[in-house]
């Protein structure tokens, strides 16, 4: 079975340029969650879909959007892109969303690494 | 006060010797806690995760949980030089849709 697909892997942008990066989950998984991880630290989470509707949002600007479609696909915006937006962003699928116990483990795909000069 | 705490390291220990990993967290709430391994350069990858006080062992990899204290830990057994890498810990508080992780510990397993 095929894990967590991201696509691209590796981007350049430069500064106020826009961004699309795009997610295909585990099959049968139909929650996306979106992280940013800048280099050194640990992700931070952007956004939680579930069912095409989003579940949670991160602390991040309205330059940041996404979606879900009904394949349970996402993709992640990212418009006006700053220099400080260069990190690796890491897309990950569970099969629930706010479940109980056991049932909301991310699987993280490859990531896509953004630099924006 | 950092929501999710690890020391960022690195932690140096012998091959075959015993690695202990660190995390604390804030919310008090929160009822599931996972540990991750990050290879340089590369994705998050899932070790175990633990929901109930005590230990939960996994073949070399024992996760210890102590929510009174807001602890929780990783040991690594007979720890192999492709052991090295960033732990990374997370915690997803209750009713949350969220991951919070910490920035994670870089461990080097010298041969």
């Known amino acids: 079975d095929a894990g967590v697909t991201q696509s691209p892997t590796h981007l350049i942008k430069t500064r106020g340029q826009h961004v699309t990066l795009r997610c295909s989950p585990i099959s049968g998984h139909k929650s996306v969650s979106w992280y940013q991880q800048v280099l050194g630290q640990g992700p931070q989470f952007i956004f939680q879909?579930?069912?095409?509707?989003?579940?949670g949002r991160g602390n991040f600007p309205d330059r940041f959007s996404a979606r879900q479609f009904p394949n349970y696909s996402s993709e992640l915006n990212v418009n006006a892109l700053l220099l400080g937006d260069s990190a690796l962003y890491l897309c990950a699928s569970s099969l629930l969303s706010a479940g109980g116990l056991g049932a909301n483990v991310l699987t993280f795909g490859a990531g896509s690494r953004l630099t924006v000069l | 006060q950092k929501e999710v705490e690890q020391n960022s390291g690195p932690l140096s220990v012998p091959e075959g010797a015993i690695a202990s990993l660190n995390c604390t967290y804030s919310d008090r709430g929160s009822q599931s806690f996972f540990w991750y391994r990050q290879y340089s350069g590369k994705s998050p990858e899932l070790i175990m995760f633990?929901?109930?006080?005590g230990d939960k062992e996994d073949g070399r990899f024992t996760a210890q949980l102590n929510k009174a204290s807001q602890y929780v830990s990783l040991l690594i057994r007979d720890s192999q030089p492709s052991d090295s890498a960033t732990y990374l810990c997370a915690v997803k508080p209750s009713g949350t849709y969220k991951y919070i992780f910490g920035t994670g510990t870089r461990l080097k397993v010298l041969a």
């Open positions: 633990i929901y109930s006080n």
């Open positions: 879909y579930y069912e095409k509707e989003e579940r």
